[in-house]
């Protein structure tokens, strides 16, 4: 860490050292890919902190899920990790697992669109071409109304963390999926 701030090969080393499950890295490299787009659409100037967030997020839920959004913050402090980091991780649980609010412009992207990459990959799994290239806004919507598809993709979480950055939701849909484009071979949505 250089000066106290980890660089994204350690968090990666670190995202590795607690999760195993594909599915589980895809989506946090999906996560990672989405805030530094957000992050570079809303012109912050450390785009690389917004995407070791986004990479690290999910740190303790494959090793421990009962306890996810509270592990975490005993880890990331052990290795002395940034309190503003671990905060806005923490923040990303807001309501369902965790009682840190997200305040911050960073932890209300990382609330609003963790939920909203599980939904547009399990939309790009279904497509013929398995490719996010030109999955479109609508056709998430499309899955959206659809209670039943990608059940465990909290819609209410999506459109609430929307409503706290004051975008409208297709503006959110858009970003997410542009922003999952740029890593789609990395998290296996480049198509078939």
Not at 1 to 28: C, F, T, W
Not at 48 to 71: A, F, N, S
């Amino acid at each position: 860490m250089d000066n106290g701030v980890p660089n994204r090969a350690e968090a990666l080393a670190l995202l590795k050292e607690y999760n195993q499950n594909d599915s589980l890295i895809k989506h946090a490299l999906a996560v990672e890919a989405v805030m530094r787009y957000f992050a570079e659409q809303f012109g912050e100037p450390d785009v690389e902190k917004w995407g070791i967030i986004g990479l690290v997020h999910d740190l303790d839920y494959e090793m421990y899920p009962e306890e996810h959004c509270q592990k975490v913050r005993e880890i990331l402090t052990d290795r002395q990790w940034p309190e503003e980091y671990i905060h806005a991780i923490v923040s990303h649980g807001w309501g369902i697992c965790s009682d840190v609010e997200p305040v911050e412009k960073m932890e209300k992207v990382l609330y609003a669109i963790d939920e909203l990459t599980g939904l547009i990959t399990a939309a790009v799994l279904v497509r013929p071409d398995k490719s996010i290239k030109e999955l479109t806004v609508k056709s998430v919507k499309k899955k959206w109304k659809q209670k039943g598809f990608a059940a465990g993709a909290n819609r209410d979480v999506i459109a609430a963390g929307a409503e706290r950055l004051g975008m409208d939701l297709d503006e959110l849909i858009a970003g997410t999926i542009e922003g999952m484009q740029k890593v789609a071979g990395e998290i296996g949505l480049a198509g078939e």
